[in-house]
């Protein structure tokens, strides 16, 4: 049980310390995995981006994710949509998305575009995996790139998302994996939805500490 996403982000630095010394790059999945991650690199002393993923909501129960969509296009599509959602609809919530992807690439990178990934230990970190639809997405853009390692961390996952990450990766490191796992929720004693704002001054709070150092 983690207090916070400050205490969870703390545990899982340090837990990933054996790379401080690989020049690592942490990335963040907004909102929450953008705290999680401004922690992790401050125990590595690594620089942190966000990358902006979306979740791809079924037609008929948007809450519900089918899948997600990465800024580079990057598609995870879950095996129940593959087989039950028609390709049209699918592309028309794609487009919805890829627009506030461009959005928030605005808002929380200034529009800047990612830095090469290629040849470098890169570490996708968000606060907990569910379905893991965004982090799968994120995961698929970052292969691409053909970084010289990929690592994924979380505090809690349950088994079956932790068992994908696994094999999309060179290494995940995941804290709890409980076997009655419910939600990220039940990690945390404390646990509340961030804000843009709120994520905002994350990225603010670590580019500007980067730069005093």
């Known amino acids: 049980m983690f207090k916070d996403r400050k205490d ?3 545990q899982l630095g340090l837990a990933l310390k054996k790379f401080s010394k690989e020049n690592p790059l942490v990335i963040g999945i907004p909102r929450g995995g953008i705290e999680t991650a401004y922690y992790v690199a401050q125990v590595l002393h690594a620089d942190m981006i966000p990358v902006i993923s979306r979740k791809l909501g079924f037609p008929y129960n948007p809450e519900f994710a089918m899948g997600a969509i ?3 296009g990057s598609l995870y599509l879950s095996t129940l949509a593959r087989s039950t959602v028609r390709e049209a609809e699918i592309e028309e919530i ?12 605005d808002l929380l990178r200034g529009g800047k575009p990612l830095p090469a990934l290629k040849d470098r230990t890169v570490i996708v970190v968000d606060d ?16 691409k790139q053909q970084p010289k390692k990929l690592i994924a961390a ?5 088994n079956e998302a932790a068992e994908k990450v696994k094999s999309m990766t060179d290494e995940s490191v995941i ?6 796992f419910y939600a990220v929720s039940q990690g945390y004693d404390s646990f509340s939805n961030l804000s843009d704002e709120a994520t905002i001054e994350f990225i603010r709070k670590f580019e500007e500490e980067r730069k005093e150092k």
């Open 8 to 10: 969870a982000g703390i």
């Open 70 to 72: 990465a800024e580079d």
């Open 94 to 105: 794609k487009d919805r998305e890829i627009q506030e992807i461009k959005r928030r690439i």
């Open 128 to 143: 907990g995996i569910a379905t893991g639809a965004t982090l799968f997405a994120t995961l698929e853009m970052c292969k």
């Open 154 to 158: 979380a505090p809690i996952s349950g």
């Open 175 to 180: 804290l709890e994996i409980p076997f009655d």
